[in-house]
């Protein structure tokens, strides 16, 4: 035994810093509403479940995951978790991967407020739409001074694929202010857009029937789109 641990000392000794960097794993973390929770994968929805698309990038690549997902957060209070939360920032601090999920619950608050997707019109969205790119904007800039990793954020797909033209519009809109400010940030950050929309488009199958969150097989799609920008 004693000679194992002398072993030990002259192999930690021996080895440089970097070296020892060598043996440290990848860190991901996700932060954002429900989706990347894995929100109703089960009846508890107490903490994220393993069919969570970050716990399967985890598994696939072999790299720790750090799920700080919260559902119903919006893009504001994600930007404030990010700016004041020490737990997100201690977290986000020197990770590898930070994966940006989140502005659902801003489009989906306009819904409710005006009597569900019949009752929605543009000139409504436009100001919290305006709102959600800004809070975007800022959260990545904020990450963007706390780690060098790479960031990847994902635009939104369709919670109600049925309502056809009466989302599709909002969203595309909201998905082509997605596409200008990844674009614009590029410039000066390592940041990219994953499609969660085009990803699922035609595939009500992906979200869980009445419901807007992804099923088993939604989840994987993210963490299979995901895994393309990432290897």
């Known amino acids: ?34 989706i990347p929770f894995g929100y109703n994968l089960n009846k508890e929805n107490k903490n994220p479940p393993k069919e969570s698309f970050p716990s399967l990038i985890g ?10 997902s919260i559902p119903g957060l919006t893009s504001a209070e994600l930007l404030t978790a990010v700016q004041s939360n020490d737990t997100f920032r201690e977290s986000l601090k020197d ?14 608050n306009v819904v409710k407020k005006n009597g ?3 009752g929605l019109k543009m000139e409504e969205a436009a100001p919290v739409i305006r709102d959600l790119i800004y809070n975007v904007y ?6 963007d001074e706390l780690t060098n990793g790479k960031v990847l954020v994902y635009n939104i797909y369709n919670p109600y ?9 909002p969203l595309a809109y909201i998905n082509q202010q997605y596409a200008s400010l990844i674009k614009l940030l590029k410039h000066f950050a390592s940041v990219t857009l994953v499609d969660a ?3 699922y488009h035609g595939h009500p199958e992906y979200i869980i029937k009445g419901d807007v969150h992804p099923t088993a097989k939604g ?3 993210l963490a299979k789109i995901t895994l393309k920008h990432m290897d």
């Not at 694929?161 to 519009?169: E, K, M, S, V, Y």
């Open 95 to 108: 990770a590898d991967y930070v994966l940006v999920y989140i502005g659902g619950n801003d489009l989906l």
């Open 116 to 118: 569900g997707l019949e």
């Open 219 to 221: 989840q994987q799609v």
């Open 59 to 68: 598994m696939k690549k072999d790299i720790e995951v750090t799920n700080l």
């Open 1 to 34: 035994m004693k000679r194992i641990w002398i072993l030990v000392m002259v192999f930690t000794v021996i080895l440089a810093p970097s070296d020892l960097a060598a043996f440290k794993k990848e860190r991901l973390v996700a932060i954002g509403d429900s």
């Open 138 to 143: 800022s959260t990545i800039l904020e990450i």
């Open 197 to 199: 929309y085009k990803a």
């Open 161 to 169: 694929p049925a309502a056809g033209d009466q989302l599709n519009t």
